[in-house]
């Protein structure tokens, strides 16, 4: 077996970086596209999945270094529900909002516009048939939002309705196809469906449950332990994307980067409904669209105690109606050793020592804006 000569350092490995093709990716996006993963000297391979499921097993089998994720996932890892019980963790959190309800254009026409109105149609038509309304992933902010919406009309999840998993990309279609009525999920699938006259939106994300925290950078915590200056360097490089990805003259931008096959695959006009507006939404068009999500702003990226609250309160909830995953509940991982804020300050310091060491520097891809 080969070895590595003494006083020659051994080349890493890329580091393997997975994301869902969802318009809150920008960040990786912009810091894979404007070097910035390079300029903290690291080398990166974005991997795009096709269902947070199969995300969340490579990052627990150790096939992805860190991921994109929902804002619960490494809480559900940690407490082993829907999955192998593996400790992960989070320094930064990638956005905030940007989900939202879509439902179809046949219950749109029928006078559906909130959740009062969708309990009005589920009882016009109780005993011949029942509604089927998809989600990302169990215990995903968008199940949460989803419920809250639904309880809100006097509707009973799980009772009343039904709810299913499909993955993101699969929602317009599923819905164009009549199998669902309606979803909650990221944009552009919402707007791709509006667009396309096939769904309309009756709820923002931001009007149910305002500054929620929706993704963040997941790692197992065996890799923030034993490459802790990589980790740290990944994390600064992406607080630079999230701060490019939140300023209203990037957007356009952002939204050409993300409609590539590669990333998210969809039409640019469907991505800037959600990034630069306007946005479709009950029947009104919302025409400051920054505020449907938040990559920077707002202290958007810190993994704070009252973010994790957030997510911890839901769960609990709903072990709390579930009495087989309450064996579950048992494992809760104490929030701050999830969401790891010392982490975020030192990721937050090299950018701090960066910008003074380098000065003021010219935006990436300022010359490649479409006219």
């Given amino acids: 077996m080969s070895r590595s000569r003494p006083g020659i350092l051994r080349r890493r490995e890329p580091l393997q970086l997975g994301f869902l093709p969802v318009s809150d990716c920008a960040p990786l996006v912009q810091a894979q596209e ?103 992933f169990p215990f995903s902010t968008q199940y949460f939002l989803l419920r809250e919406w639904l309880k809100s009309g006097g509707i009973v999840p799980h009772v009343e309705i039904r709810m299913v998993v499909v993955p993101p990309t699969q929602m317009f279609p599923t819905l164009k196809l009549g199998y669902i009525d309606g979803y909650c999920v990221e944009e552009p699938w919402n707007s791709i469906a509006v667009q396309a006259r096939v769904g309309a939106c009756v709820a923002t994300s931001a009007e149910l449950a305002p500054l929620h925290p929706e993704k963040v950078l997941m790692v197992r915590q065996s890799f923030a332990q034993g490459r802790p200056e990589e980790h740290e360097r990944l994390l600064a490089a992406l607080l630079e994307a999230c701060a490019y990805c939140d300023l209203p003259q990037n957007r356009r931008l952002i939204s050409d980067l993300l409609s590539q096959p590669r990333y998210v695959n969809a039409p640019a006009e469907c991505l800037e409904a959600g990034f630069a507006g306007p946005f479709e939404s009950g029947g009104r068009r919302v025409e400051n669209p920054q505020d449907l999500s938040f990559f920077h702003r707002r202290h958007a990226n810190e993994p704070t105690d009252e973010k994790a609250a957030w997510i911890t309160s839901h769960l609990h909830e709903y072990t709390e109606q579930n009495s087989l995953l309450r064996q579950s509940e048992a494992r809760t991982p104490v929030p701050a050793n999830v969401f790891r804020h010392d982490i975020f300050k030192r990721a937050q310091a090299l950018v701090d020592e960066r910008s003074k060491k380098n000065g003021p520097e010219s935006e990436p891809f300022e010359t490649h804006a479409r006219s």
């Fill in 34 to 136: 404007a070097g910035l993963f390079a300029k903290y000297d690291l080398e990166v391979e974005l991997h795009r999945e096709n269902s947070w499921a199969s995300l969340r097993d490579r990052v627990v089998d150790g096939e992805l270094d860190a991921a994109h994720a929902p804002a619960t996932l490494p809480f559900l890892t940690n407490m082993g529900l829907e999955t192998e019980q593996c400790e992960c963790v989070s320094g930064m959190v990638l956005s905030l909002q940007g989900s939202a309800i879509t439902v179809s254009q046949q219950l749109w026409d029928a006078g559906v516009r909130d959740a009062v109105t969708m309990r009005e149609q589920i009882y016009r038509v109780w005993g011949k048939r029942t509604y089927t309304f998809g989600i990302v």
